[in-house]
């Protein structure tokens, strides 16, 4: 089950929400900062949940958008721009004192083996 509010938030970390809240205003967080918290954890919680598959031409797809959609929500970036996150990978070229990016589509394999890492 994917956290969609505080309090399940606060159970998964093993708080009841009142004691987690409270620990957070003894250490003098404010609301604001505690609010940013629970954004960031949901956020890792729901990234982890992300699934890719093999598309038509070989390269990873994400399997359901609306992880990627709900994960963008939390991160408050636009989903196309997280999912081409997730998707490419860029890596910067020197060659001659030139810049140049090139730019690739891991397979699922992967993808879930980078995911796994971090």
Same mark, same amino acid.
């Given at each position: 089950?994917?956290?969609?509010?505080?309090?399940?938030?606060? *159970?998964?970390?093993? &708080?009841?929400?009142?004691?987690?809240?409270?620990? @957070?205003? #003894?250490?003098?967080?404010?609301?604001?900062?505690?609010?940013?918290?629970?954004?960031?954890?949901?956020?890792?919680?729901?990234l982890g949940n992300v699934n890719f598959v093999e598309g038509d031409d070989g390269?990873?797809? *994400?399997?359901?958008? &609306?992880?990627?959609?709900?994960?963008?929500?939390? @991160?408050? #970036?636009?989903?196309?721009s997280l999912q081409k996150a997730l998707l490419n990978r860029i890596m910067e070229?020197?060659?001659?004192?030139?810049?140049?990016?090139?730019?690739?589509?891991?397979?699922?394999?992967?993808?879930?083996?980078?995911?796994?890492?971090?």
């Open positions: 089950m994917l956290p969609t509010s505080r309090r399940q938030l606060c *159970v998964l970390i093993g &708080g009841s929400p009142a004691n987690v809240q409270r620990a @957070m205003n #003894v250490i003098g967080l404010s609301a604001d900062e505690q609010n940013s918290i629970f954004r960031i954890l949901a956020t890792i919680l729901w390269n990873a797809v *994400v399997a359901d958008s &609306g992880v990627v959609d709900f994960a963008s929500y939390l @991160m408050e #970036v636009p989903s196309a070229t020197t060659r001659g004192g030139r810049r140049g990016a090139l730019l690739s589509s891991p397979t699922p394999g992967q993808e879930l083996t980078e995911r796994i890492c971090l």
